[in-house]
T-cell receptor, first 113, second 115 residues
Framework: EAQVTQNPRYLITVTGKKLTVTCSQN?????MSWYRQDPGLGLRQIYY???????DKGDVPEGYKVSRKEKRNFPLILESPSPNQTSLYFC????????????FGSGTRLTVV | QKEVEQNSGPLSVPEGAIASLNCTYS??????FFWYRQYSGKSPELIMF????GDKEDGRFTAQLNKASQYVSLLIRDSQPSDSATYLC???????????????FGKGTKLSVIP
């Protein structure tokens, strides 16, 4: 089944404890992206990647890191999480080109206390 | 800064009625337009895609596009309670460069279909 897999689905952590949210897609998509979604603010892009070893900042990159060492994987790293990073996170992937929308992962609900 | 404007709602319609969801966008270079449906706490799900001016129909859904007016809409006929969700409008940019793969999402319109 074609899908984007995120793990974990739920995570509660403490301020300052490094964490990684994994994202993997099995559709050979070039493009991958991370979003956070907060009430009233909609989907805001954190980072995106056009291909292996090619990443760029989105609208809200502060406090986050990413890497794209393999085409299928695009992990999101929070080196020192803070309570303002409590949010619902989505990974998305797509083929490049006008006719392709994004396929989203199931989401990760992160709470930082 | 690319902007996508949607009425946040909630838009309430009775079961069986037509729900009309509207979206305006600022980037005149936008070529393709996507509509996503998002149930509360779930991930966005692609439901419609349109890139030509005019109407595109898929089952109970019709997308309408007017590039000159920078306006795209989604009509849901015979609305069902299961259609109750937030609908996100997402234009895609120009054919080349960064626009060829970036979607800009509106904040969404919350639709409530009353039985």
């Amino acid at each position: 089944e074609a899908q984007v897999t995120q793990n974990p689905r739920y995570l509660i952590t403490v301020t300052g404890k490094k964490l990684t949210v994994t994202c993997s897609q099995n559709m050979n998509h070039e493009y991958m992206s991370w979003y956070r979604q907060d009430p009233g603010l909609g989907l805001r892009q954190i980072y995106y990647s056009m291909n292996v070893e090619v990443t760029d900042k989105g609208d809200v990159p502060e406090g986050y890191k990413v890497s794209r060492k393999e085409k299928r994987n695009f992990p999101l790293i929070l080196e020192s999480p803070s309570p303002n990073q409590t949010s619902l996170y989505f990974c998305a992937s797509s083929l490049l080109g006008q006719t392709y929308g994004y396929t989203f992962g199931s989401g990760t609900r992160l709470t930082v206390v | 800064q690319k902007e996508v404007e949607q009425n946040s709602g909630p838009l309430s319609v009775p079961e069986g009625a037509i729900a009309s969801l509207n979206c305006t966008y600022s980037d005149r270079g936008s070529q393709s337009f996507f509509w996503y449906r998002q149930y509360s706490g779930k991930s966005p799900e692609l439901i419609m895609f349109i890139y030509s001016n005019g109407d595109k129909e898929d089952g109970r859904f019709t997308a309408q596009l007017n590039k000159a007016s920078q306006y795209v809409s989604l009509l849901i006929r015979d609305s069902q309670p299961s259609d109750s969700a937030t609908y996100l409008c997402a234009p895609k940019g120009a054919y080349s460069g960064a626009g060829s793969y970036q979607l800009t999402f509106g904040k969404g319109t919350k639709l409530s279909v009353i039985p």
